[in-house]
Nanobody, 121 residues
Framework: QVQLVESGGGLVQPGGSLRLSCAAS????????MGWYRQAPGKQRELVAA???????TYADFAKGRFTISRDNAESTVTLQMNNLEPEDSAVYSC???????????????WGKGTLVTVSS
């Protein structure tokens, strides 16, 4: 099993910044990629950003130019720096990890509990 623990959510004014962190622990043989999703009330969950073990990153269009995802492979952590936040960014942000399981030879998905981000004046 793999546990993901997020931190860094909270209330911020429009135009402000927040930094989300996620630490993975447990039976980690290989972290294929880690990322962040978000879900606002009444909306579907959507990808925010992801980073592969080799460093390749993927961003949703709304995140490009404002958000930066980074990963520390040695520490199994992923960080999402969010700048110039807008009210539309308010959502529960959840950490995601795709992990290779050598015993079964497959990949498994794990989710954190989520952290609330509220952008409001």
């Amino acid at each position: 099993q793999v546990q993901l623990v997020e931190s860094g959510g909270g209330l911020v004014q429009p135009g402000g910044s927040l930094r989300l962190s996620c630490a993975a622990s447990g039976s980690i043989f290989r972290l294929n990629f880690m990322g962040w999703y978000r879900q606002a009330p009444g909306k579907q969950r959507e990808l925010v950003a992801a980073v592969r073990s080799g460093g390749t990153t993927t961003y949703a269009d709304f995140a490009k130019g404002r958000f930066t995802i980074s990963r520390d492979n040695a520490e199994s952590t992923v960080t999402l720096q969010m700048n110039n936040l807008e009210p539309e960014d308010s959502a529960v942000y959840s950490c995601y990890a795709n992990v290779f399981r050598p015993i079964t030879g497959d990949n498994a998905a794990y989710w954190g509990k989520g952290t609330l981000v509220t952008v409001s004046s």
